[in-house]
């Protein structure tokens, strides 16, 4: 007696058994090898999930660990797009940011580029939401496809992360997409805590950039106050001393 020994839908082999009540021991033989491959294959994938959380959790690691405190948003977009893209089956994207003064964005390469958008050419992104949104183009009637295409450099599918905090909005994360069908959850969640790094990094950037500017300015003002102190003094000093002199020679041409 002869059974098909599968996994799923895939056909391994056969089990075989010759003798008295074969039928009923191919059946016995076969529960048994299959029941051993399944827990096998269990095995691999706890394994396999295992070792990607580890690989996310590191890159997570390292990511927020590039990001402290960073006042180079350019550093910051390149060092954590290119972990993001070693971590997971998406690629090394770009970055559209907006400084709370500024009606238009900046768009970071993971190259380390930095150039000006139009905020017009940003504004179908909003469709995406607060949360990862995959873009593929089906996506034509919103325009996402388009935009990201031509933030991108090429048009080809897409994931989209929103970049915000507590306080604001900030802008988007956009990272290429091979094979959407390859995609797995764990990369969209990956690329959400990215976003949320890179959104913290941006904050720390603007945040620490604007106390520094406010305290260069605070510090001149002092230095120019100091200044403005000693050339009131020195013109005093200056006129005493003119003044003594001018005093005696009066004294004396009032004599003759």
Not at 20 to 31: D, I, N, P, Q
Not at 112 to 128: I, M, Q
Not at 159 to 186: N, Q, R, Y
Request: glycine share 6%; aromatic share 4%; hydrophobic share 45%.
């Amino acid at each position: 007696a002869k059974a098909p020994l599968c996994i799923g839908e895939l056909e391994l082999g056969k089990v075989c058994v010759h003798g008295k009540e074969a039928e009923g021991w191919v059946r016995v033989l076969l529960s048994l090898v299959e029941r051993e491959l399944n827990h096998q294959a269990t095995i691999n994938d706890m394994a396999d999930a295992t070792a990607r959380l580890w690989k996310h959790t590191n890159a997570l690691m390292r990511m927020a660990a590039s990001a402290k405190l960073s006042l180079d948003p350019p550093a910051t977009f390149t060092t954590i797009l290119g972990i993001l893209s070693r971590a997971t089956r998406l690629r090394a994207g770009v970055g559209v940011v907006r400084r709370p003064t500024s009606e238009e964005y900046t768009l970071y390469s993971a190259a380390g580029s930095a150039s000006p958008v139009d905020a017009l050419s940003v504004a179908p992104l909003f469709e995406a939401g607060d949360g990862v949104r995959l873009v593929t183009i089906t996506d034509t009637t919103s325009g996402m496809y388009a935009t990201c295409g031509e933030l991108l450099g090429k048009f080809c599918p897409a994931a989209i992360a929103s970049l915000s905090t507590e306080s604001e909005h900030l802008g988007f994360v956009i990272v290429p997409v091979e094979d959407p069908e390859k995609i797995t959850s764990e990369d969209l969640k990956v690329l959400a805590s990215a976003a949320q790094i890179i959104s913290v990094a941006v904050e720390n950037a603007l945040f620490l950039g604007e106390r520094m500017q406010a305290t260069r300015l605070q510090v001149e003002n002092e230095l120019l106050a100091q200044q403005t102190q000693d050339m009131e003094e020195m013109v005093h000093v200056v006129a005493h001393d003119l003044r003594s002199p001018m005093t005696a020679l009066y004294g004396f041409v009032h004599v003759a």
